[in-house]
């Protein structure tokens, strides 16, 4: 979804060098790259190390022709859009690329508007395609790891405690000591809070991934958020013997968005950062608005991230378990989930992390406009 | 004679069920919680039958005792010995990993599934342990 992604490249081919020029011209007026070739064998190296969006291919060229331009060019990437030029008498000849392949044909003479017009109609085919096809490999990948982890990840507490109750209740039969009894059920506690908090989690995701923050984007002040989560979990801190410390400017930090989904992000990033800390250790949220954006960074002073795993941090399930970090109870869905928030919001999160020192979580966010912003942009009334 | 169950399980309170369902009913239990620490455990407590959870950490790490058992060496011994496979998921290997080498290890009846059903469990352990003891 990157927009501001380098512009797609085109490839022009054709012996014409008047035909070359003005295509050139065109398309580069368009804001996209190009590339021009007077034949067909150089034409086709350029397209294998360029892996252009589309290319404009004369039909009638001396050497490789342009028939077999299109079928070589797919074969280098069946992705890529061609459009052959043709003259009156081959419009039998551009039936038949099109047959092999060809995305459209522009029978000569044709107009600066006909070429910009098919150029953006063939790109966006293209990124239309590629989405799709990006969709449907995310959506394989999603629900195999789905159907693998809900099994594992809900069936193993359920498990863990209907056996528990299984064998308490056959073991009650040859009189069962009361101390056993009261460690099991409270072990049984834990593990349905544990369920609970994975079914939570799940449907945070599932809100989120079903576009709950695009429907509802209201003003939210991330101060008062954040105030409010690290009020919260004082007890918790308190207990883990953590010190929470914010420092974010008063009336600036208001970002669009969801207020559930903002909360659920920074409640990640904080239970975390206590979480993960060390005892006398603490937590300090700091931040303000930046160049259009609020940035707001959550730091730990804890055993810090080892560099190997910092990579898969943010994937679903994805849960270091290495000595000398600290085994906690947890979904491995926290920083996906936040991930997938940030993304959504239009902003971005990364991680600094230093052995023996801490880890610092930094959220990018747009800041909030007021709607009469978008108005000037010619948006709307 | 007392028979020695090794029950490796990264979830410690299957574990603890089960470990202590298994010393009521008169064996004795030896615990690991990962494949690893399995193996090691297999050679010093030398085990008359084991109890292999197959979905730890990762989806490979029960069929690594497997396959060490099967094939190392220093496992030669406990070659023939009972492993019952226990998953929390309804599927046998054999449909999961098509392409291990394996589950032809597994015995159909040697296939548990998560709660364990008590009385069988019981059962089959039984009769496990003597042929196990039979075939030494």
Known sequence: MSESAAPEAVVVIDDDYAMRLSCAKIVSKMGLRVEVFEDGARGLEAVAALKPGLVVVDLKMPGISGLEVVSRVHEIDP?????????????????????????????????????????????????????????????ALL???????????????????????????RLDEAGDSPARRREWIGRCLKRTEELQSLIADWLTLARVEGGALLKERVEVD??????????????????????????????ETRVRGDRTCVSVLFDNLI???????????????????????????????????PEKYRPFLFDEF?????????????TGLGLHISKRIVSEMG????????AGIGSTFRVRLPAWREPADDAEMGGWE | MCAKVLLIDDDRDFRTSVKSLLESSGYQVAEADSGHAGLLKVLE???????????????????????????????????????????????SPDERFPMSAEVEMIRPDRYLTKPLDIPRFLQLLEKAVASGVATD
């Open chain 2, 45 to 91: 407590y030398k085990p008359h039958v084991i109890v292999l959870d197959i979905m730890m950490e990762s989806s490979t790490e029960g069929y690594g005792v497997t396959y060490a058992l099967k094939y190392l060496d220093e496992y030669a011994e406990f070659r023939g010995i009972p492993v019952f496979m226990v998953s929390s998921i309804k599927e």
């Open chain 1, 318 to 330: 994805f849960r270091i378990k290495d000595s000398g970090v600290k085994r906690t109870e947890g």
């Open chain 1, 222 to 251: 991330l101060k008062s958020t954040i105030v409010n989560i690290l009020e919260n979990y004082r007890a918790m801190a308190a207990a883990e013997d953590v010190a929470l410390e914010v420092s974010l400017p008063e009336g």
């Open chain 1, 143 to 169: 629900k195999r790891t789905f159907v693998t982890f809900v099994s594992h990840q809900l069936r193993s507490p359920l498990a863990a405690i209907h056996q528990y109750l299984d064998v308490l209740q």
């Open chain 1, 79 to 139: 992705q890529i859009i061609m459009v052959v030029i043709t003259g009156y008498a081959t419009i039998d000849t551009a039936v038949e690329a099109m047959k092999s392949g060809a995305y459209d044909f522009l029978p000569k003479p044709f107009s600066p508007d006909e070429l910009r017009l098919i150029v953006n109609r063939g790109l966006e085919r293209r990124r239309l395609a590629l989405e799709s096809q990006r969709g449907e490999v995310e959506r």
């Open chain 1, 271 to 305: 239970t975390n950062a206590i979480k993960y800390n060390r005892r006398g250790g603490k937590v300090t949220v700091s931040g303000g608005f930046c160049d259009g954006e609020i940035v707001i960074a959550v730091g730990d002073t804890g055993v810090g991230i």
């Open chain 1, 347 to 354: 902003g971005s999160i990364e991680v600094e992390s230093q």
